[in-house]
Every structure is written in C-alpha cells, then in structure tokens.
C-alpha cells in the first residue's frame, strides 16, 4: 500500500516515514520528510540526481540554475555563475520519453495549463479484412492486439509495427476460441495476460485457456481496461438499467476482486473505459461523447470532462503516451473508412494553444487528399504496367491504391483515363502493389487474370500487364509525422 496522497499527473504527497518510491513518480519534501534514495529536495519537490548536459530544466537536480545565483552547483556540466538563468514560468507540455511530464517550474505540479487535443485520424488499412474489429491495444513492444469478428473467425488478433513506425504487417490469429464470441478484450503493457468479454461476463485468459467468469459484483460486465502491470481492471459494470464504470483491483488468487464505482456522483451511462498506459488519464465514452479523466486522489480519478475532437461514432479508445497516439474503432460508414468498425489512428497533443497539426504532404504538381496524407500525380505517358510501378518507385511512391470510394474520386479526378492503377487479379485473388488489403473494388465478379486499370466508364478492369501501354497515376503516402507540441 502506498502512504500518501495522489495529486494528479504522476504525483504523490508523502507522508513522513514513506521513503519508497515507484521510479517514475514525484514526491513533495519538507521538513521531516526525506526523499527517496538517488532524489535530493529542489523546492519542496524530490528530484533525480543526474548530470545535466546544459540548464537544469530538464533532469532537474537541484543544483543549477536555480533563480539566478550561484548556488555550488554538483555534478553539473554547465557553468554554475551568477548569471544563471532563472526557472521557466511556463509548463513545456510536450511529454518527456517515458510519457510523463516534466515540472519545469518546480511548482510540483506537471503540465499545468496544458490541454489534450488530437491531430488528423487516419484508419490503419494494413490490418483490415471483410470483418469487424473492436478493443485495439498496444504493447511496450509494438504489437497491435485487436478482436476480430467475421468470416474469418472470432478471436483475438495481433499485428506487429514495422520499422517504418506507421505500417503494420499482415495480422495473425494469436488466439481463437470456440463457444462464444469475444465482444472485447484488453491485454497488459507485457502483453502476457488478456482479459476478454464474452457476452455479459469478464474472463482471464491464462496460457490460452478462458477461464470462468470473474466475480465483479455487479450483474453484467463489458469493455475490460487492464492496466500496464495488470493491478487493476476498468470495466463498464451493470445494475439494473444502470451502466457505469467501474475499477477493480488484483486479489491474491490472480483474479479480480468487486469493482468499484470510478465516478460515484455521475448520473450519465458510461462505457468503454480506456486506461492510458502509463495510468495516468482514464477516457470513456458516455451518452454525450467522450470524456477524459486525470488520476487524482488515493488511486481514484477526478470528475471527468468532456473531451471533442473525435467522430460522434468513434469509441474504444486506446491512448499510448509513449508514442502520444491513440488508436480506436470506428463504428460506421464515414468518408476513408475502409469498412465498418474499423480501426484507426489519431496522433495525441499536449498543448496550450489547441494545435494538434502537421504540415500536410508536398503536392504541387497533383491532387492532395483532404486529410493532407495522400497526394496523387498522373503521367499521360503511355507504358506498361511494370514500366509505370517502377516509375513511381523510383521518385519515392507507388501505384495508387484504392480504398474508398472518397479515394476513388480524387483519383477519377487526377487520372488521364484509361489509367494504371496498383492492383492485380490472378490465381490468388485481387491484390495492391502495398500488400495492402484489397477492401475497396470495382470490378466484376469473376473477371479474367490481368492488372487493374481504371476505364473511361468509371469502372474497373484486368488489362493486359505487358501488352497494354495506357497512363499511370502515383501516389505518396505521408502518414502524420509526430511533431513537437505546441507552445
């Protein structure tokens, strides 16, 4: 049990007598209460002591730059004079790599000020197919973990992040189960350990194997939130006509014990909590949208608020901090989704001004995307199919690819018609130059072998790949390049 007071954003008051603590949170110091080993006490705030590589603003020892005087300055490796600059007065909302905030001000509260604000969503096209997906969650090690429900068997799926950052491989199957279908799941940071929904009960999955339902004390549990060290479990628990979020913490048995209500004064129906890996924010959505949560007392959470920038139909939300990305399902037919509940993509700000941007892909001489991460260029000169995907790699895109009918305008409106586009049909299926899933298409049920064009009709058709010499169109893809936050 921790001795304390929790006051939000990585922070804990300590007791006097409580000299243990997790690495990365902070302790307010005074007298009779020390800091913690490897910390000495900067303005009533226990901090690391480390070597700076400039001001201390960063690392935050204690012995540098301190308001502007010399202070005998230890283990520091800029000039400890009497010039020294003063402290910021303002919180940098920009999180460090570990997720968590800095106190630049040595106020003893983080990101003071800052707010929470997305970039520009984007569906996650490499792990679709013809079926439903629900619960994405990431792992410290990148993996992509998600239900999926469809023709292609329910159960629980995982796509690994290439080295690229913004593609995924191909998802496989990391469990399937049989008698009954997995609404939802939710796994740890380690991911060892899930916890899936099978109608209305929450069960372990231990080396494969579902276990019973868990006894949460309430009459129906859906949407599980592990948190990263699996110590505690957000669920949307049920009472009567009553939905509500609720929190439950380990037992000595490995289970779960009854959940507890997260915000007891809501009159709202609440559901899909969405733990944040690093435990410090708790989003959800309720009847009016979605709603954030900062953790504040003991290991409870404040009164929620709400929070915009998401389609009225997203939900599921998984924040990473790390990577200050969210992932979630969005349910529906809304423009560039290539099918319903599908997964996408958003980058996560923390800001003062409400900036979330990126500077939209260079296209000068084509067509860009509304979204600013597509621009598609078309060349008149007649060549082959191989001719025109070798063009178009070697100036750093590919043949277009195709998967919405949003996509196919802009494209209908770029092209010199008839036109190369990146797909083919042979003994295998339909398939895109990207290994992209092949979600969006035009032709015949049955057509013969050949490489896809679009035709002057609107439709598309196999053509001859070497025989035929038409126009191409290329695209560049600029999937959003996280940028420092705003000021």
Not at 401 to 417: G, K, W, Y
Request: proline letters at 7%; a negative charge.
């Amino acid at each position: 049990m921790k001795l304390g007071r929790w006051l939000g954003a990585g922070l804990w008051l300590v007791v006097a007598g409580c000299d243990v603590a997790p690495d990365d949170m902070q302790f307010l110091c005074s007298d009779g209460i020390t800091c913690p080993d490897g910390q000495t006490c900067v303005v009533g705030v226990c901090r690391d002591v480390l070597v700076d590589a400039a001001i201390d603003v960063v690392e935050i020892d204690g012995s540098m730059d301190a308001g502007g005087s010399e202070d005998g300055g230890v283990e520091d490796a800029a000039v400890d004079a009497p010039t020294d600059a003063p402290l910021p007065t303002d919180e940098v909302c920009a999180p460090d790599p570990t997720g968590h905030g800095v106190d630049e001000d040595l106020d003893g509260l983080i990101d003071e000020g800052c707010v929470y604000r997305f970039g520009t969503p984007h569906p996650v096209t490499d792990i679709h197919g013809p079926n439903l997906h629900f619960s994405p969650e990431l792992t410290d090690d990148g993996l992509l973990y998600f239900v999926r429900a469809g023709s292609e068997g329910n159960g629980i799926w995982r796509s690994e992040r290439l080295s690229d950052f913004e593609k995924f491989r191909a998802p496989s199957l990391e469990f399937g189960f049989g008698g009954g279908l997995i609404d939802s799941m939710s796994v740890t940071g380690d991911g060892s350990e899930f916890v899936v929904q099978i109608g209305g009960q929450l069960r372990q999955v231990v080396e494969g194997t579902i276990e019973p339902g868990l006894a949460l004390g309430v009459e129906a549990a859906y949407h599980p939130s592990l948190s990263r060290d699996g110590t505690e479990l957000y669920f949307a628990g049920e009472v009567g006509a009553d939905r509500r979020i609720y929190r439950s913490q380990r037992i000595t048995d490995g289970s779960f014990g009854p959940g507890v209500r997260v915000f007891p004064e809501s009159t709202e129906r609440e559901e899909f909590p969405s733990l944040s890996r690093d435990g410090s924010t708790l989003w959800y959505t309720s009847a009016a949208g979605m709603r954030i949560a900062v953790r504040a007392e003991g290991e409870m959470f404040t009164t929620s608020l709400p929070f915009e920038g998401l389609p009225v139909a997203a939900a599921q939300p998984f924040y990473h901090p790390p990577t200050r990305e969210m992932f979630y399902v969005q349910r529906g037919a809304v423009e560039w989704s290539p099918t319903d509940h599908s997964i996408w993509r958003v980058q996560v700000c923390r800001t003062r001004t409400g900036a979330c941007e990126v500077d939209p892909i260079p296209c000068e001489s084509g067509n860009r995307s509304d979204n600013g991460n597509h621009c598609y260029e078309s060349t008149a000169d007649p060549t082959s199919f191989s001719a025109a995907a070798a063009r178009c790699l070697s100036e750093g895109g590919h043949l277009v690819t195709i998967h919405s009918a949003e996509e196919e305008n802009i494209v209908n409106r770029t092209a010199t018609l008839p036109t190369w586009i990146g797909g083919s049909r042979g003994p295998g299926g339909n398939e895109w130059v990207t290994m992209e899933p092949f979600l969006f298409s035009r032709i015949d049920r049955a057509p013969p072998d050949g490489c896809l064009a679009l035709n002057a009709i609107g439709g598309w058709a196999p053509l001859d790949c070497e025989g035929t010499r038409i126009a191409s169109v290329c695209e560049w893809d600029r999937w959003p390049v996280w940028v420092d936050d705003a000021p």
